[in-house]
């Protein structure tokens, strides 16, 4: 099996479209084998899903992760474990005993509309990205 963790500085990094990189671990018998961390070369949300599908990828720890994201992870076939947060290898110890601490319903918790990236700058209804198909609705859109 193959968990992969939004990675930066050890840490899970907290939004999953924006990562530069994750720690992939390689996992028997419920034991590390080996990990490395892989750089995503810049791409970023729905291309993650077939980046961590290339990489041979079963499980994702993450942060924070948009509908969109959470989609193609899905039709990916990829287990989705987000809300996660803390030294990245410690998430992946406490998955393997079954004792990780996550929150299924956690949705982009870390999108900055400051930055940009609010439903009413540059992505909007009328370019076809509403705050419902970005995931964000629950984050004070409206």
């Known amino acids: 099996m193959k968990i992969a963790v939004t990675y930066e500085n050890g840490q899970v990094f907290q939004h ?4 530069s ?6 996992v028997e018998d419920k034991k590390i084998d080996s990990a490395e961390i892989v750089d995503t070369n810049g791409q970023g949300h729905g291309a993650l899903a077939g980046f961590l599908l290339n990489e041979g990828v079963d499980v994702l720890i993450c942060g924070g992760i948009g509908g969109g994201a959470r989609n193609a ?3 990916a076939g990829i287990q989705l474990y987000p ?3 803390g030294q990245a290898d410690d998430q992946v110890t406490a998955f393997l005993d ?3 601490v996550y929150d299924p319903d ?3 918790s870390h999108h900055s509309h400051e930055d940009g990236h609010g439903c009413h700058s540059r992505h909007s209804q009328e370019d076809g ?5 970005h995931g964000c609705a629950s984050q004070g859109c409206h």
């Open 16 to 19: 999953f479209g924006h990562t």
């Open 21 to 26: 990189q994750f720690k992939v671990y390689d």
């Open 73 to 75: 992870l899905a039709e």
């Open 83 to 85: 809300g996660a947060s």
């Open 98 to 100: 079954g004792q990780l």
């Open 106 to 108: 956690t949705m982009c």
């Open 129 to 133: 990205h509403d705050c419902h198909s």
